[in-house]
């Protein structure tokens, strides 16, 4: 049964920038999209940003647009989601999560994605 684990979360400075990785540690991530959501204190978890199995298709939520890249790299099973210029209002838990099967990633809905990690917390604050 596919398992994830991400980090790279942390505190850091607005305008600042971190790294988070997910990576299968059972199974693996072949086949699969892949997508980051998060959940903010008092809020419902959002999609955030999604590539699809071979990483020709990205989507971004429109607050992260232009701030944040997603990447995967397939021989190592893990995806990445480089964090740039972050704000205040990114402040969450991060989750990486995995579809059953490839996605085109049109959408980034919970409903979309079976597996999911523990989550790594975010916080930008000065």
């Known amino acids: 049964q596919l398992q994830l684990v991400e980090s790279g979360g942390g505190l850091v400075q607005p305008g600042g920038s971190l790294r988070l990785s997910c990576a299968a540690s059972a199974g693996t991530l072949d086949y699969r999209a892949v997508a980051w959501f998060r959940q903010a204190p008092g809020k419902e978890r959002e999609g955030v940003s999604c590539i699809s199995s071979r990483g020709t298709t990205t989507n971004y939520a429109d607050s992260v647009k232009g701030r944040f890249t997603i990447s995967r790299e397939n021989a190592k099973s893990t995806v990445s989601l480089q964090m740039n210029s972050l704000e205040p209002e990114d402040t969450a838990v991060y989750y990486c999560?995995?579809?059953?099967?490839?996605?085109?990633?049109?959408?980034?809905?919970?409903?979309?994605?079976?597996?999911w990690g523990q989550g790594t917390r975010v916080t930008v604050s000065s």
């Open positions: 999560a995995a579809s059953l099967t490839d996605y085109v990633c049109d959408f980034i809905l919970r409903q979309d994605f079976t597996a």
